[in-house]
């Protein structure tokens, strides 16, 4: 599942989003599951610099 500031998203909607997105130069947070495949995360990475979105930061959650 993709997720834009908590709301599920379809991935066909991620470029128009980063697209729009993009003139304030944002910067986007990746939290990814440890089952996600590599895959997917490079997809959005791509997704987001085909926009110009040149600020990423990877997000992860403290060990239980």
Do not use: C
Request: charged share 30%.
């Amino acid at each position: 599942k993709v997720f834009w500031n908590g709301d599920a998203i379809h991935r066909d909607v991620l470029d128009s989003r980063f697209a729009a997105a993009s003139s304030r130069q944002p910067e986007l947070h990746l939290r990814a599951d440890r089952k996600v495949a590599y895959e997917k995360v490079a997809d959005v990475m791509a997704a987001a610099q085909r926009a110009s979105i040149v600020k990423i930061a990877f997000l992860t959650e403290s060990a239980r």
